[in-house]
């Protein structure tokens, strides 16, 4: 499915070759698959991001997607947690992926969702079906999420969501999510890191060892081709 390709790439951290790339991301906006408002919508996120200078794209990405758990595009982040069932299920999923001769970069996670896209882009239509019914709930979260919180980013999630479910309403979702403590703030994310701090024998780390920053999730790029 080509708009799960566009889809992929449009969720994946903005790399600078992207905005060479615009015209085939507008194009891939046309899809006929999509309802005229919805082909709408997707054109203007892509005109919105590449009318902007790279460093302010990769930032506001950062902003959403990498600071705080609640918005991660790690799937098994959501599922799993910190449970050690976590990496037999990155192991399982790997296994599905080589199956089928799609091989990852070094750097990817199996469990990144513009990768789980890229995967479904290439599989028969009732497979994807089937996958994205079970990580519906994830997709509907995260685009309640991004609605609460006026990310442009909400358009891309909402079209994942009326493509797993074939309908869209988050409105019970959107009444619980603005309920949530927004763990994306300094506060939420230095309360974060104090608890996940490495120690080194008994001694607590002085305060001049601070965390480093985070890298982004996935960090390795899709190439932003959208065409097959």
């Known amino acids: 499915m080509k ?14 070759d992207l905005w060479a790339h615009a015209d ?3 194009e891939a906006c046309a899809d006929p698959a999509l309802s005229p408002a919805r082909r709408v919508a997707l054109r203007g996120f892509v005109d919105d991001l590449v009318a902007q200078e790279p460093m302010a794209a990769q930032e506001r990405w950062l902003g959403l997607f990498d600071r705080g758990r609640a918005m991660s595009l790690l799937l098994f982040e959501h599922i799993h947690g910190e449970s050690r069932d976590r990496g037999q299920a990155m192991v399982d999923l790997l296994a599905t ?3 089928h001769g799609f091989e990852l970069g070094v750097k990817q996670l199996p469990d990144y969702l ?3 896209l890229e995967y479904l882009s290439l599989r028969p239509v009732e497979e994807v079906r089937d996958w994205l019914s079970h990580v519906a709930h994830i997709l509907e979260l995260l685009a309640a999420r991004a609605q609460e ?5 909400a358009v891309l999630l909402e079209t994942l969501v009326e493509t797993a479910a074939g309908k869209l309403d988050l409105a019970a979702l959107r009444t619980r999510v603005a309920s949530e403590e927004r763990d994306d703030t300094p506060e939420a ?3 974060v890191w104090e608890e996940e701090a490495v120690r080194f024998g008994a001694e607590a780390p002085g305060e001049e060892c601070n965390p480093p920053t985070r890298l982004p999730s996935g960090a390795k790029r899709i190439e932003p081709t959208v065409t097959p």
């Open 3 to 16: 708009l799960l390709k566009l889809i992929a790439v449009l969720l994946d951290y903005p790399q600078d």
């Open 149 to 153: 919180r006026g990310s442009p980013y």
């Open 189 to 191: 994310i230095d309360r």
């Open 24 to 26: 085939e991301l507008r």
């Open 114 to 116: 513009p990768v789980v």
């Open 97 to 99: 992926y080589r199956g």
